[in-house]
């Protein structure tokens, strides 16, 4: 089944530590998205890729980095700059960047202990 | 910038109730229009969606009607299931928002039997 998958569903991470949300899709989209939610809060873009090898910025990138090798993989990094990291992030894609309907993964919770 | 206000959740109902969600938006041109639905621990899923002015999207049940003269997007269904509870977002994307998805702040919805 196609589809979008991201891992781990739970992650813990100590305070100062860099750790990388994984997001894989097999729909041969172009355009994928991470977003943030925090409870009582719709999501927030954090980054986007409208194509491999390139990506810009969202609402609230700092303490953010991706990457776009592939066309199906898009690894979110949150780094230790990220001042309160603990949120659930969701990773979608779309067709292209005009094509309306986005796809998402089932999320990751990120928990700072 | 473009935005996306929500009915204030949350809302509980009894099984069969009638349901309404408010929606109303502020956005450059003519955006489209989307409910996307949120079960407990997982991602979104694209609900319903209308492109155009009186435009009426509808699935499962539920429908919404693109008013473009007042500016809103409300979304109904006549008869709720304990099986409606989750968390609804409505969503816009615009030229404004530069073709990126921009969500209200969500609507968390229980339906009791």
């Known amino acids: 089944d196609g589809g979008i998958t991201q891992s781990p569903k739970y992650l813990f991470r100590k305070e100062g530590q860099n750790v990388t949300l994984s997001c894989e899709q097999n729909l041969n989209h172009d355009a994928m998205y991470w977003y943030r939610q925090d409870p009582g809060q719709g999501l927030r873009l954090i980054y986007y890729?409208?194509?491999?090898?390139?990506?810009q910025k969202g609402d609230i990138a700092e303490g953010y980095s991706v990457s776009r090798e592939k066309k199906e993989s898009f690894p979110l990094t949150v780094t230790s700059a990220q001042k309160n990291p603990t949120a659930f992030y969701l990773c979608a894609s779309s067709i292209g960047p005009e094509n309306t309907e986005a796809f998402f993964g089932q999320g990751t919770r990120l928990t700072v202990v | 910038g473009d935005s996306v206000t929500q009915m204030e959740g949350p809302v509980t109902l009894s099984e069969e109730a009638f349901l309404t969600i408010n929606c109303t938006y502020t956005a450059t041109g003519y955006p489209s229009l989307f409910w996307y639905v949120q079960y407990p621990g997982e991602g979104l899923q694209l609900l319903l969606k209308?492109?155009?002015?009186?435009d009426k999207g509808s699935n499962k049940g539920f429908e919404a009607t693109y008013r473009k003269e007042t500016t809103s997007f409300h979304l109904e269904k006549g008869s709720v299931q304990v099986s409606d509870s989750a968390v609804y977002f409505c969503a816009l994307i615009s030229s404004g928002s530069a073709r990126q998805l921009t969500f209200g702040s969500g609507t968390q919805l229980t339906v009791l039997p």
């Open positions: 890729s409208q194509i491999v090898n390139d990506f």
């Open positions: 209308a492109t155009k002015a009186d």
